[in-house]
């Protein structure tokens, strides 16, 4: 089954730091480009960051510019975000997604056809 | 950037026709895409390319969009739909994603 695994959420301090992971399976990740997506508890979803297969191109949002970086290990097909200088507003979900390929895909971000199920961070003293 | 508006809720009884909008104050040269979202769930890719249906999501799922309003319309809605419906686009040259607020679908 095609799927993505995220891990490495958890409790952490204001201002530290933490790194998230997204594991692939039953897809080559290199085909296809990711995003970064977070929902804090009872709101809306909250595009982070893209990176495209190569990782030649990388977008990120406002909110995270500067702070967040993303990353993969396309031989591991798995895909990171370093999270520095955290905020208790960056308590969130935090969702790997792929970008859709084929004739979906337009360049950029664009539809996200696979998500994973999430990793909770929680930004608090 | 753009911003994506959504009515916060909508109710239909069983069987009729569930209509959410989403509107922007200017939405460039990219599609709109469709999440559902049920609670405790990762999102679920209803539409993409404004009104292409993926593999596996029911007919009864259709999109439009039309200058800056972009519908999500189910036919015939089930019980199962009730969740939270997200639109999603981007910028002109698809460097920055924008979810809108979510709309609660209730059936009664």
């Known amino acids: 089954e095609v799927q993505l695994v995220e891990s490495g959420g958890g409790l952490v301090q204001p201002g530290g730091s933490l790194t998230l992971s997204c594991a692939a399976s039953?897809?080559?990740?290199?085909?296809?480009?990711m995003n970064w997506v977070r929902q804090a508890p009872g709101r809306g979803l909250e595009w982070l960051s893209y990176?495209?297969?190569?990782?030649?191109?990388?977008y990120y949002a406002d909110s995270v510019t500067g702070r967040f970086t993303v990353s993969r290990d396309n031989a591991k097909n798995s895909l990171y975000l370093q999270m520095h200088s955290l905020r208790a507003e960056d308590t969130a979900i935090y969702y790997c997604?792929?970008?859709?390929?084929?004739?979906?895909?337009?360049?950029?971000?664009?539809?996200?056809?696979?998500w994973g199920r999430g990793t909770m961070v929680t930004v608090s003293s | 950037s753009s911003e994506l508006t959504q009515p916060p809720s909508v109710s239909v009884s069983p069987g009729q026709t569930a209509r959410i909008t989403c509107s922007a104050d200017?939405?460039?040269?990219?599609?709109v895409y469709w999440y559902l979202q049920r609670p405790g769930q990762a999102p679920i890719l209803v539409i993409y390319?404004?009104?292409e249906r993926p593999s596996g999501i029911p007919e009864r799922f259709s999109g439009s969009s039309s200058g800056t309003t972009a519908t999500l319309t189910i036919s015939g809605v089930q019980a199962e739909d009730e969740a939270d419906y997200y639109c999603?686009?981007?910028?002109?040259?698809?460097?920055?994603?924008?979810f809108g607020g979510g709309t609660r679908l209730t059936v009664l």
């Open positions: 990176i495209s297969g190569s990782s030649a191109t990388i």
């Open positions: 390319k404004d009104s």
């Open positions: 997604a792929r970008n859709c390929g084929g004739d979906c895909y337009l360049g950029g971000v664009g539809a996200l056809d696979i």
């Open positions: 200017a939405l460039p040269n990219q599609y």
């Open positions: 039953e897809f080559t990740l290199s085909h296809y480009s």
């Open positions: 999603q686009s981007a910028d002109g040259s698809g460097t920055y994603g924008v």
